[in-house]
T-cell receptor
Framework: GAGVSQTPSNKVTEKGKYVELRCDPI?????LYWYRQSLGQGPEFLIY????????DSGLPNDRFFAVRPEGSVSTLKIQRTERGDSAMYLC????????????FGPGTRLTVT | GDSVTQMEGPVTLSEEAFLTINCTYT??????LFWYVQYPGEGLQLLLK?????DKGSNKGFEATYRKETTSFHLEKGSVQVSDSAVYFC?????????????FGTGTRLTIIP
């Protein structure tokens, strides 16, 4: 079956602009996670959804970052007033249910802020 | 907070050599432990996992044993192949504390030469 998909695969934007990154989880997966991976580092947790609600947003670095999952499936990560330090690979993962512990990752969106 | 420390890379081995990548962790609860692999040009994939002390996870000839007494989860393979060249990430998830997120190490790049 289809895996987790993310669009776009690459995004280049200018400092100060607004961007949206989209994640389509595996069908039927109720838990969805966003991570950020800087070059040479492991992924770092940003936010976790169980269904439509954000169960844990403790990893969002500041209030320029926001994510939604209005129908409990597709999720959008939104970044306002982008800064060069936001440049990274943004990864989305989903799991069948929270607590199973096995997360399936998408290919990521590489964001570059110039 | 939770953290994962893994062996610094890069690691270069000859085909059929024995592989060990060290991983130790710090967690407030009783975590589940994972190894994820990222092949060139591909997304993160779960390689193996263990959910309780003394459990051994195994897949594709790789093994790792959950050692609570040493807080370790070292990855091993008896005879590596060129196709094992990838970046390997150790990770934990502290589900028992209601914390679904994965905490990753920094990754170890493995290159196998024929």
């Amino acid at each position: 079956g289809a895996g987790v998909s993310q669009t776009p695969s690459n995004k280049v934007t200018e400092k100060g602009k607004y961007v949206e990154l989209r994640c389509d989880p595996i069908s039927g997966h109720t838990a969805l996670y966003w991570y950020r991976q800087s070059l040479g580092q492991g992924p770092e947790f940003l936010i976790y959804f169980q269904g439509t609600g954000a169960a844990d947003d403790s990893g969002l670095p500041n209030d320029r970052f926001f994510a939604v999952r209005p129908e409990g499936s597709v999720s959008t990560l939104k970044i306002q007033r982008t800064e060069r330090g936001d440049s990274a690979m943004y990864l989305c993962a989903s799991s069948l249910n929270a607590g199973v512990g096995e997360q399936y990752f998408g290919p990521g969106t590489r964001l570059t802020v110039t | 907070g939770d953290s994962v420390t893994q062996m610094e890379g890069p690691v270069t081995l000859s085909e059929e050599a024995f592989l060990t990548i060290n991983c130790t962790y710090t967690a407030t609860g009783y975590p589940s432990l994972f190894w994820y692999v990222q092949y060139p040009g591909e997304g993160l994939q779960l390689l193996l996992k263990a959910t309780k002390a003394d459990d051994k996870g195994s897949n594709k000839g790789f093994e790792a044993t959950y050692r609570k007494e040493t807080t370790s989860f070292h990855l091993e393979k008896g005879s590596v192949q060129v196709s094992d060249s990838a970046v390997y990430f150790c990770a934990l998830s502290d589900i028992n504390f209601g914390n679904e997120k994965l905490t990753f190490g920094t990754g170890t790049r493995l290159t196998i030469i024929p």
